[in-house]
């Protein structure tokens, strides 16, 4: 399965942008669709997940700017609102079979990733 990232780039503090993602129908089962990003300097962090059912997860950072969607078994979107300098990092698309409940915020427990696609957000 490969992942195909779209959208990032630059915009100001409070700012919204959208990213989209694609997976290949390659074969490879795909329940939970994500993002996670990664800053300079920073450990990976996974801010939004969902499930083949429509469950949706969100890290505490997030919650209430960024929204997940899903409109099928292969593409995933990240609305991202009220942007801060903080959420500055390279995201990438996850996907792969059902992850614990418990485990959905760790990036290593899907098993594909994208390349990154860069966010940057100015004071």
């Known amino acids: 399965v490969q992942l195909q990232a779209y959208g990032g780039g630059m915009v100001q503090a409070g700012g919204s942008l959208i990213l989209s993602c694609v997976a290949s129908e390659s074969g490879g089962e795909i329940n939970h669709m994500g993002w996670y990003r990664q800053a300079p300097g920073k450990q990976r962090e996974m801010v939004a997940a969902v499930t083949s059912a429509g469950i949706k997860k969100y890290a505490d950072s997030v919650k209430g700017r960024f929204t997940i969607s899903r409109d099928s078994k292969n593409t995933v979107y990240l609305q991202m609102n009220s942007l801060k300098p903080e959420d500055t990092a390279v995201y990438h698309c996850?996907?792969?079979?059902?992850?614990?409940?418990?485990?959905?915020?760790?990036?290593?427990?899907?098993?594909?990733w994208g390349r990154g696609t860069l966010v940057t957000v100015s004071s």
């Open positions: 996850a996907a792969g079979p059902a992850v614990a409940d418990s485990r959905w915020s760790d990036p290593y427990d899907y098993q594909y």
